[in-house]
Structures are given as C-alpha cells and as structure tokens.
C-alpha cells in the first residue's frame, strides 16, 4: 500500500463526496503467430531435424550480410577472408568465414538415444540444473546440411552459445581438423515497427540508414500502464491465496486510497505471464496405475485429480474482469499441452470467467484473451513479446552462470525465441515454418517465472530499442511489474504478509 494512503482507511465516516474512476482502456491486437493448425491437420510425424534447416535456411541470409559487411576487406598475413559455402568446404590452412548452426555437444545433456539404448525399468535420474561439465568435456560445433565443424577460440569462451542459434564464423582449420574462431557474428535484432503501425495500417519506407517515412498518425490519448504479473502458484489450500487477495484488491482499488486509487486506474490491463497453478501431482508408478484400474470409479477420481487450483484462478480471474481486462498465458504447470508452442487453455477450464472470451466465429479478442505461450501482440501501438519462462531457464543450462537478462538479450539478438527446442526443450515439429524465429523485433520483451524481478534496454544496429523485463514469481516474492506505456518505464509492487511468531 502506498505511504501516503496508509490512514487511508483509518479515518471516521466522510460525508464528501468520492469521485468516481475510470479505468484507462487501451488499444489491444493480439497476434496470432504461434497458433497451430486444428484437428487432423495437427500431427506429429514429421521429423524434428528439419526445424533446424529450416531455421537456418531463414536465418542464414541475415548473419552472412552481417558478416560479408564486417569481414570483406580484412587482410591477415596478406592473405584476405574468402566465404565458403558449406562447412565442408573450410580448407586447412585458408582463412575463411562460414555460418551454419551451432550444436552443443555436452556429457551431461539428455541424450533420448542413450535413454532408448539402456533398460526401460530403470527409473530416470533427477533432472540436471545445469549442462556445463566441470572437466572441460563441451565442445561446441558448427553444422549445416553438408557435415559439422568442431569450433575452438577465444570469442566462443566470451559469448554466449546454446545448440540451436544461427552464427557465422571467420577463421582457419588447424592440424588437427578444428576450426580456429578469430571473430564471430550473429543476426543480431531484426527490424522493429514503428509505434501504430498496425494499428494504422501504414506501410513503413525504410532506407539503409536505418530511417522510415510514415503516414500521419491519428491523434491518441495518452497511454496508461500494464501490469504483468507470472508465477502465481495457485494450489488451492486454506489460506494459500491471502498475497494473491491483496493484489486483486489493489488491482480493483479496494485495498488503497484515493491517490493510490487514481494511480490503479491507469491499469489499462493484466498479463498474466504463465505458471498460474502450481506444479501437478507426480505420475502414478505402474503398480498403482494397475490398482486403480482394478477399482474404476464413475467420474473423476479425487485421489488423482484436484480441481480446488483451477476453481480458485477462475474465482481469481472472474473478480477482475469486470474492471480489468486479461491476457492469460499457459506455463509449464498449467493445464496446457507441455511442449512449446504451448497453445491456449481452454475456456471450459473457467465457467465463471469465459463470459468474457469472445463468442464462436467471432473477430478479434474477448476481454479476457486466454492465448499461446511464446505471444506476441500490440498493446497501444507497442510492440509485446513474452513467454512463460521455459526457453530462458533451458538456456540457463548451458552456460555457466545465472544472467537472466544477458540471455534475455541474446535471444533476441539470434532472432530466435526458443533456440534449443527442439533439442532440450519439447516442441512442435514444424515443417513450413520455424515459428520461433523472431521476424520483427519488439519493443518490450517479458518472460515469467523468472527468479528475480530485472529490467534493461537494449539497443539494435539501426535504431532499435528494446525493453527487457524478467518477471519474478509471485508466489515467492509478491511482486507485480507495471508498465508505463508511454515511456516503457518499469516499477513494481509488492504484496506481503506479515506473519507473527
């Protein structure tokens, strides 16, 4: 509660009178990039391999352009840098560039081949928090369709690299068949929209400067905040939800006073950036499937299902909406499908809450918008892009350390938004279109269930700007992040119990 409200409500009667407040809308166009296909058209076939030709067939262009730029009139020892085509083509001894897709070849990865090779009764080991072996065994390599390419140098021990991201490489094969790294490029950020453009429907002129001509833009009101909230954590216990209270109460304006009031009212919307429910029960052993088999019941069975976490986040979300509109996404413990593209969870999974979806057949967004994580979409004419946390935390895996942000901005900058899936990370297996690349660059770029609230901007080769924001768990730490949008600024909120011992 604010500082200046505190007495708020520990005052006699008034006989003033309040004035009533309105909350601030917001203009709201969500897009619909990471939806998959319905039905029969949904299938699972294909093979995973080709998302990474894909992604680097897509990617390749724009790291080459970087790299023929950066590269073409370097001399070393009078000998100058030559492009090669494919990895196979890098020759011992000749100074040469080439990109192609790196590949983490690390010990303590999950191999799904060395788990089919060995006995299937033999219980899975706990899951590992990190990748990086301590004895130095990594090696990091470089493929494309034609072979791969073990990579070694200085530049790789001071950047960041996870399987799956696209580079280009200058350098020369030693004796031994490694590739010696002497500099290293990446796509870097793609081009960002102006602010309305598709609200507006304008069509943006780009020169090599990096500067755009546009149509006028129509005169809007001032924009108000966002407020983005992950990792709520709802079991369903007495007494679980007494933090999760205080901030539907702040969010309404119950729980504040009159400036604080005012200030909530510039609340134009709640994202609620996955992880909503907490973790599910563990799976049943083989025995104790085989038991309840034996004693099949009519209905759900309450030793194995739990409805009390989903009723209370559909009591939760029914409470605002009539005030605040909702953009819900799906985390690794909520009641989606677990491989990315996670899609959005169904409306019958709230009775209370889905009068407020948008009717069968129906354009455009209900109030409450329940959609997919990775999202992306414009909210007042900014650019927004976030997930639920899953591609940064299996990033963290494979690198040493625990820079949230930094891993945040190299996303970004390899213009992919999940770059180990599909190797760590499950998910779709596309075979048009690797989904995950980034094809325009946001202005504001969020992820959940982060271990502590940070925030950042970073800027791009020709003018972009991107704010970064990791988004702590609220379960653990209270905190709520708002979003002023209209300077990108970030501050947060946070809700505490006090408990006496």
């Known amino acids: 509660m604010a500082e200046d409200d505190e007495n708020a409500l520990l005052q006699p009667p008034s006989e003033e009178e309040y004035p009533t407040i309105e909350r601030q809308l917001s203009s709201y166009n969500p897009l619909q990039t990471f939806h998959l296909a319905k039905g029969d058209q949904k299938h699972y076939q294909q093979q995973y391999g080709d998302m990474y030709f894909l992604r680097l067939a897509e990617l390749k262009p724009a790291v080459e352009e970087i790299a023929a730029e950066a590269w073409s009139d370097i001399v070393i020892a009078g000998e100058s840098v030559r492009r090669v085509d494919r990895v196979l083509d890098v020759r011992q001894g000749e100074l040469c560039w080439v990109a192609g897709t790196v590949y983490m070849d690390m010990p303590l990865k999950p191999n799904i081949l060395d788990d089919i090779s060995k006995d299937h009764w033999i219980s899975a080991p706990p899951p590992r928090e990190k990748y990086v072996s301590p004895t130095g065994q990594d090696q990091t390599m470089l493929e494309d369709e034609s072979g791969r390419l073990r990579l070694i140098g200085t530049p790789l021990q001071i950047s960041m690299l996870v399987t799956g991201c696209i580079i280009a490489v200058m350098g020369t094969e030693n004796a031994n068949g490694d590739f010696e790294v002497m500099d290293m490029k990446v796509p870097d950020l793609p081009r960002q929209p102006q602010r309305w453009e598709r609200d507006d429907g304008s069509a943006i002129l780009a020169n090599g400067g990096g500067k755009s001509e546009r149509k006028e833009q129509k005169e809007r009101k001032a924009g108000g905040k966002v407020a983005i909230v992950s990792g709520l954590g709802i079991n369903g216990e007495e007494g679980d939800t007494l933090t999760l209270d205080l901030l ?254």
Request: hydrophobic letters at 35%.
């Open 248 to 501: 539907m109460e702040y969010l309404l304006g119950e729980a504040c006073g009159q400036s604080t009031q005012h200030e909530v009212g510039k609340i134009s919307r709640l994202i609620i950036a996955g992880n909503s429910i907490s973790e599910g029960m563990p799976l049943d052993s083989r025995d104790e499937l085989t038991d309840k088999k034996s004693s099949k019941k009519y209905g759900y069975d309450s030793s194995a299902y739990n409805p009390a976490p989903t009723v209370r986040l559909d009591e939760f979300l029914a409470s605002l909406l009539p005030s605040i509109p909702i953009t819900l996404l799906p985390g690794g413990s909520d009641p989606a499908n677990i491989s990315l593209p996670q899609q959005p969870i169904h409306p019958a999974m709230f009775p209370h809450s889905r009068a407020y979806t948008p009717m069968p057949g129906s354009q455009g967004p209900g109030w409450f918008d329940s959609v997919t994580n990775p999202w992306e979409g414009d909210v007042d004419g900014w650019r927004l892009m976030g997930n639920g946390g899953q591609p940064i935390d299996d990033v963290f895996k494979y690198v040493e350390g625990d820079e949230r942000l930094e891993m945040m901005e190299n996303l970004l900058r390899w213009r992919c938004g999940a770059p180990t899936a599909p190797d760590t990370l499950w998910c779709y297996p596309f075979q048009d279109k690797d989904q995950f690349v980034i094809g325009e660059c946001p202005h504001v770029y969020f992820v959940g269930s982060q271990p502590a609230f940070e925030t950042a901007i970073i800027d791009g080769p020709v003018g972009q700007s991107v704010r970064l924001i990791a988004v702590p768990k609220f379960k653990e730490t209270g905190e709520v992040v708002l979003l002023d949008m209209d300077t990108l600024e970030v501050e947060t909120v946070k809700f505490e119990v006090f408990n006496e011992t």
